[in-house]
Each structure stands twice: as structure tokens, then as C-alpha cells.
């Protein structure tokens, strides 16, 4: 479970000598106390190996199983917090006589001396001089990190291992083990811990649980066993929220629950109903995999980011949100680190949908950041390209030809969500006045009509537009004293008042209808012939993809 331990054996075994385990921080010390216990005692004799931890605080400790540290070595005394000491060290081992005891080094806290802005060269030098020597030794080491990046200098001397989170099956069996714990406990204080939660809730709360560590699935079921002194759905809400708050600091985010039903999206509504089926397990046994994403295209306002929040309500899927523009961090290799992060944290809650807004803004090609964009565009595609967990990646652009083509490829399907045509602004139009409870009152031939002149009198509005219309008259209602009671004519002094963004400004616009229609041979004819039309777009949802 977790932890592989044969992979470290195969990489060995293999002649390399230096490992380092990317592993989340609060999973640290169980993976010490595993390695530990693999080549203290679960290994025979030749194979056996003392084995010593070293860290900058505690400095280095010859370990004697278990989670205790033990004591300082023989002639290391040199040995300070800084790693260059350790190094040394190490390497005058490797040059001493056979008669050292084999040594196994785990070692924390290195990374950060050589990899990312606070790199230094002196420690790179040392590290590779220490694996050079232990390849022609008997002693081994492993270096720890939670999600930073191998530098590419140590690409044929470090062999990368990953400590996974645990899978659904894994967490499953962790939830059961712990609940069953703290059932005992309980109970040897003459006290009771009920879990009220059927089949159905027993895996919504390991679905709840996916993306935390062994360690912190335990801590949160201990939390709220605590709190609740039961085990049902409520826990499963503050998990929820525990989970979002970790999340949170860390830059990564889920989406909202949409605020309406998205409109005039037909092709997109209907392509994601019939995609959908394709999660079920019984798809892998025919070996159907699931779409890797879907890019929108479109002008702001349109409703891109609805579109992709009523795609994952309608497959029952959770958004994690990639804000690219938060990834972005000066510092070197700390994007990256930013990006792995948020790509675990949509793997771990799989299937999931991973969402990317404005791309073009990020991944477009012409960045001038000293290569961050680029370093992240290729970490990003060499994933989209080989990952196989069921992360489907929605992106969304403005200027989707800033995009490289490599990139656009990748995507099972590509939409323009264009400006909305008359039905789709009914239908806009209609779900705002209900959001804001401003139908409630009038009748429902009333309501028609005034769906109708509405929808009628606001060409080139975008679907936000329409929104904030809107939102402005159930505010003036609200303010007068008669709450959900606007009138038509209000309503029209609104939209007049308003001059809709693209109405002049539409160059962009004519470049997205260009780009879309002209790149693709099956693009929907009924609907590019409408699109020439002014005012009158057809399906303002174009599939020019396929
Ligand atoms: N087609 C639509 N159906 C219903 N509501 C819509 C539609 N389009 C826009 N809206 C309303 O406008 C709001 C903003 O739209 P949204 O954020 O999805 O636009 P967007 O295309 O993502 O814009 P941007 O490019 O600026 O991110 C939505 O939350 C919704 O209330
Ligand atoms: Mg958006």
C-alpha cells in the first residue's frame, strides 16, 4: 500500500545508488519508518544495511528502528546542518575500507540546496562527487522532497520515485481500519462511536478523504470522530471543508457549483451527455478511455466557465481549478512544483475535471518570462500527453491562435462558444429572472412575452451582460420596497442604458468565426452559414473539431 518499496530495490538492485522520493511532507515520517523497517529488519543478513537519517535541525543519527532517533555515528562528528558537511562525510565513507558497516543515508532538506532560486553551486558539486563515489561503493542513499524538481544535472545519477497518495481502493481500507480504531477506543471508555452512513455514504466518504496522505485521512477521521462522537454525513461535509482549506493555502482550488443552467449551449450540452456514459467502468473493459479535455474559445462574458461547470454537474464530477497566472512564480522550478501540485490534487480526486481558464493568456507562445511559460507549456503537454487517470482538462481562450498547435491537438474536442442568438438569450434571460425571483409574480403568458421582447431587443449581448441586466433590476426592485417586482419597461430602460461590449469592438469576435471556420473541414454547416449572418447565429455553439 503506498509506498513502493521495490521500486527503491529495483533501482538499486540496478546499480544506481542515490534515489530521491518525491513525498508529500506530512507523509515523511512514515516513509523513513518504512524504509527503516524494510532494511533493518524485514531484510536478510547480505542485504541488511545500517541505516542513518540526517536532517539540518537534528543533523545525522545512525537509526535504530521504529520512529526514534538514535545516535550520532562514529567520526562524524564534523557532521553540522549543512549539507556540504554531510557530503563530505558520506564521501570519505566511500573511499574508507571495506570494514564500514553498509550504509543506507535518508536524507531530508537537501533540495532546496539544489534545486530552485536558493541553489547552491557548491552543494550541486559536492552531491555529485557523493554519487559518483557511492556507485562504486556499497552504500546507498536516498534524498527526500515533497514535490520539487530533480535539476537536470543529476539526470543520469539520481533515479525520481513518487510516493503516491493513496488510491480509492487503498483509502477505502484505510477509512475502515481507522473507524474500526477509533470504534475500540471508544469503546474502552465505555463509550459508543455510530457510524450512520450506508454503502452509498461509506464511499462518498472516501471519495471525500482521496487526495490527503494515510496520515492525514487518520488525523481528519480523528477530528471529526472527536467533534461529532459519530461518524455520518455531516462528517463528511467538514472533511469537505477541511480538504477545500488545505487546498487553499496551498493556490489549489475547487470550482462553485454553477449559478444557473447554461443556455444555448446544445452541441456542447449534448456532446457531454453522450461522453458521459464513457465513465462508467464497464467503458475500460472495451478499452474506451475517457476524452482528455475540451478547449471553449470565446469572448469574455460569453459563458465559458458556466459551460464547464454544468459539464462537470451533469457527469457529477469535481473542478479543480489551475489558475495559471497564480503558477507563474518568479522563482525557478517553483512553477513547476506549483503545477505538479495542482495536477495531483485532480488525480488523487479522479475522475475530475481539471480546468484551465485562459490559456492563451499563459500557454500562449510568445511569453516573455524567461521561459517559465515554456517550461510549464512542455511539463504541461509531456502530462496531458501520457498521463492515463481520468482527469479530463476543460480549458478555456480568448486568442485560442496564440496557442501552439501541439497543444490544440491534444484536446478531444474544440468549441466556439459564440454570442448568443435569440433562444439562447430566452433562455438566458428566463434562468436569470428565475435566479432573481423576478417571474414569481407575473403570469406565465406574461412572462412569455416579455421573454420574447426581451430576448428581442438585445443582440451582441453577451450571456454576463444579460446577467447583469438583470441583476441591476431585481436590485432597483429590491431598493424600491417591492422585492422580485420589476417591469418590462424597467427592464428596457436597463438594456438601453447599456452598449453591449462587442457591438463596436467585434475584430476579436470576426477572429474567432475565421479561426474556428476555417480550421477545421467538419465544421457544422447550418451553423457557419447562420454565424455570416448579423445578429442571427444559429447554435451559437459551433464544433469545429470533429
Ligand atoms: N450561456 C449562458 N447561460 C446562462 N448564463 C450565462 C450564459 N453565459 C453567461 N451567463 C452568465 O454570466 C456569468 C458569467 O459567465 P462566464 O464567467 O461563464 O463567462 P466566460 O465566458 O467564462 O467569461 P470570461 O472569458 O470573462 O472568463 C455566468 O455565471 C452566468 O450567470
Ligand atoms: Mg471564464
Redesign the pocket.
Known amino acids: 500500500m503506498g509506498f513502493n518499496l521495490a521500486d527503491i530495490h529495483a533501482r538499486f538492485n540496478a546499480g544506481i545508488s542515490t534515489v530521491a522520493i518525491d513525498s508529500p511532507t506530512g507523509a515523511e515520517q512514515s516513509v523513513v519508518a518504512q524504509i527503516t523497517n524494510e532494511f533493518l529488519n524485514v531484510l536478510s543478513p547480505p542485504r541488511r544495511m545500517r541505516v542513518l537519517l540526517w536532517d539540518t535541525a537534528r543533523q545525522l543519527q545512525v537509526l535504530s528502528g521504529g520512529n526514534d532517533y538514535g545516535s550520532t555515528p562514529d567520526g562524524s562528528a564534523g557532521t553540522s546542518g549543512a549539507p556540504v558537511d554531510l557530503l563530505k562525510y558520506i564521501l570519505s565513507l566511500c573511499s574508507g575500507d571495506s570494514s564500514t558497516p553498509k550504509s543506507l543515508f535518508i536524507v531530508k532538506d537537501v533540495y532546496p540546496y539544489i534545486s530552485g532560486a536558493s541553489a547552491s553551486p557548491t552543494v550541486i558539486r559536492w552531491l555529485k562527487e557523493v554519487c559518483y563515489a557511492l556507485k562504486r561503493s556499497q552504500h546507498r542513499l536516498i534524498l527526500l522532497h515533497d514535490g520539487e524538481q530533480t535539476p537536470i544535472v543529476f539526470q543520469d545519477l539520481i533515479a525520481d520515485l513518487k510516493h503516491p497518495l493513496p488510491d480509492e481502493s487503498e483509502a477505502t481500507a484505510i477509512v475502515q481500519r481507522r473507524i474500526a480504531a477509533l470504534q475500540d477506543s471508544a469503546r474502552s471508555q465505555r463509550q459508543s462511536l455510530p457510524v450512520n452512513l450506508d454503502d452509498d455514504g461509506m464511499k462518498r466518504l472516501v471519495r471525500a478523504v482521496l487526495g490527503m496522505t494515510q496520515e492525514a485521512i487518520d488525523d481528519v477521521l480523528q477530528l471529526v470522530a472527536i467533534a461529532d462522537r459519530r461518524i455520518d454525513d455531516r462528517s463528511i461535509e467538514a472533511i469537505n471543508r477541511i480538504k477545500q482549506q488545505r487546498y487553499a493555502s496551498q493556490g489549489i482550488e475547487y470550482a462553485q457549483a454553477?449559478?444557473?443552467?447554461?443556455?444555448?449551449?446544445p452541441i456542447l450540452s449534448e456532446w457531454a451527455t453522450r461522453m458521459g456514459c464513457l465513465l462508467e467502468p464497464t467503458a475500460q473493459d472495451w478499452n474506451i478511455p475517457f476524452p482528455k479535455g475540451m478547449l471553449?474559445a470565446?469572448?469574455?462574458?460569453?459563458?465559458?466557465?458556466?459551460?464547464?461547470?454544468c459539464l462537470a454537474k451533469t457527469w457529477g464530477l469535481p473542478i479543480v481549478v489551475l489558475d495559471l497566472s497564480k503558477l507563474m512564480q518568479k522563482e525557478l522550478g517553483a512553477s513547476e512544483a506549483n503545477l505538479r501540485a495542482v495536477i495531483q490534487a485532480a488525480e488523487a480526486i479522479a475522475p475530475s475535471i481539471l480546468m484551465l481558464?485562459?490559456i492563451d493568456k499563459m500557454l500562449g507562445s510568445s511569453e516573455n518570462d524567461g521561459g517559465t511559460s515554456s517550461r510549464i507549456l512542455g511539463y504541461f503537454l509531456q502530462w496531458f500527453q501520457e498521463h492515463n487517470s481520468s482527469v479530463f482538462v476543460a480549458a478555456?481562450a480568448?486568442e485560442p491562435w496564440k496557442l501552439k498547435p501541439e497543444l490544440i491537438r491534444r484536446f478531444a474536442k474544440c468549441f466556439l462558444?459564440d454570442l448568443?442568438d435569440i433562444p439562447?438569450r430566452r433562455?438566458?434571460f428566463q434562468?436569470?429572472m428565475e435566479?432573481y425571483r423576478l417571474l414569481e409574480t407575473i403570469g406565465p403568458d406574461i412572462a412569455k412575452d416579455w421573454l420574447d421582447r426581451l430576448s428581442e431587443q438585445t443582440p451582441d449581448f453577451?450571456?454576463?451582460e444579460?446577467?447583469k441586466v438583470v441583476h441591476e433590476s431585481a436590485v432597483m426592485a429590491y431598493a424600491a420596497g417591492q422585492p422580485g417586482q420589476t417591469t418590462l419597461e424597467a427592464m428596457l430602460v436597463e438594456i438601453n442604458l447599456k452598449e453591449p461590449q462587442f457591438r463596436r469592438n467585434n475584430q476579436r469576435l470576426l477572429a474567432l468565426r475565421e479561426w474556428a471556420s476555417s480550421g477545421n473541414a467538419s465544421f457544422v454547416r447550418e451553423a457557419s452559414q447562420r454565424i455570416t449572418h448579423e445578429q442571427s447565429l444559429g447554435d451559437?455553439l459551433v464544433n469545429f473539431a470533429d
Not at 298 to 309: A, F, H, P, Q, R
Open positions: 454553477p449559478d444557473v443552467e447554461v443556455q444555448g449551449m471553449l470565446g469572448e469574455g462574458g460569453t459563458g465559458k466557465t458556466l459551460g464547464v461547470k481558464d485562459e478555456t480568448n462558444v448568443p439562447a433562455g438566458i434562468v436569470q435566479r453577451t450571456g454576463d444579460i446577467r451559437r
